[in-house]
């Protein structure tokens, strides 16, 4: 069974940009993965590549043990991508089915539109659509082949909660592999087998969420900093990283004790103290230098 994607190596570079940067990602068929990362960070780039319809500048990726556009050309591949047009005049039900033409083995065209719950806009034209609506629309395209590999970028953008509710509930239910590009860290926190961090074409972080948490470690502390200078805060015992989110400090702290003890003894009015375990959003800043 060949690996559901295979990236080697992979770069994309618009003249002088670098989108992405040698990354390597090797996927199993049936897992769920995340890939997180700020906004240019490369997320679409490498959806775009692994789908077949961007050619990277240099190195090999493969789906299902084909090129990525044969793929999608044989109908192995579901997309929903972060911007696409869609037919306006074509009654939801009508693109639908249309879409499911396309697919050797497409689910059924009804249960489809219920899973994305669109089976009660299945005559009204897209155009007429509201923009939630539009990517239930988009979702249950990607779904409708049954695909080897569902490939979503941003798939929950402008959907309510019920939309994100069913969405999330169909891709736990495939046994197929699906790989998501999302901004909701608690999306990839709840769905995601293993989370792929990007910042700058390159790949920060690679695991499964637990691993990416402990990565940045231990717990953390967090103050209202009130102006007060963070260079000392690095001297303090067990602090592995100082970081500031508005007027809070965020200390990263392997022994969380021995921090608190002496944070109260540098700053005897430090304010609004509070500690938790690392959080992926913590994670999250600290591994792609954000903040
Ligand atoms: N057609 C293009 N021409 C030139 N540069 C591009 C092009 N497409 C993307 N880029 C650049 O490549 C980098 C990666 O873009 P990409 O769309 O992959 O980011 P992303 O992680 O998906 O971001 P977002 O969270 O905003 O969707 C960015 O710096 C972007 O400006
Ligand atoms: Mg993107």
Redesign the pocket.
């Known amino acids: 069974m060949p690996n559901a994607l295979e990236l080697k190596a992979v770069s994309k570079r618009y003249g002088a940009r670098t989108a992405l940067d040698g990354v390597n990602l090797s996927v199993e068929e049936g897992q769920t993965i995340a890939v997180l990362g700020p ?1 240019g960070a490369g ?3 490498l ?1 775009n590549i692994a789908l077949g319809l961007l050619p990277a500048t240099s190195g090999s990726a493969t789906v299902l043990g084909r090129k990525p556009a044969d793929a999608l050309r044989g109908g192995r591949v579901g997309v929903l991508l ?1 911007e696409s047009g869609l037919l306006e005049d074509v009654p939801v039900k009508e693109l639908i089915a249309a879409g499911a033409g396309m697919y050797p083995k497409p689910l059924p065209v009804e249960l489809t539109m219920r899973a994305a719950r669109v089976d009660d806009l299945a005559t009204r034209p897209i155009g007429k659509l509201s923009g939630g609506q539009r990517q239930r629309v988009r979702f249950a395209l990607a779904l409708i082949g049954d695909p080897d590999l569902l490939v979503l ?2 798939p929950t953008v402008g959907l309510d909660v019920e939309g994100r509710r069913a969405l999330w509930q169909e891709v736990r239910a495939r046994r197929h592999t699906t790989l998501f ?1 999302t901004h909701y860290l608690t999306e990839a926190d709840d769905y995601a087998d293993r989370v792929i961090l990007l910042a700058g074409g390159r790949i920060v972080a690679d695991g499964p969420v637990d691993t990416i948490k402990s990565l940045v470690g231990g717990l953390e502390v967090r103050f209202t900093l009130d102006g007060a200078d963070t260079g000392p805060l690095w001297t303090l015992p067990g602090v592995l990283r100082v970081r500031v989110e508005g007027g809070t400090a965020v200390l990263q702290t392997a022994a969380s004790d021995a921090t608190l003890r002496a944070l109260f003894a540098a700053l005897p009015d430090v304010r609004d103290v509070r500690t938790a375990g690392t959080d992926l959003e913590s994670a999250f800043m600290t591994l792609t230098g954000g903040a």
């Open positions: 906004n997320k679409s780039t959806l972060q970028d941003e590009a």
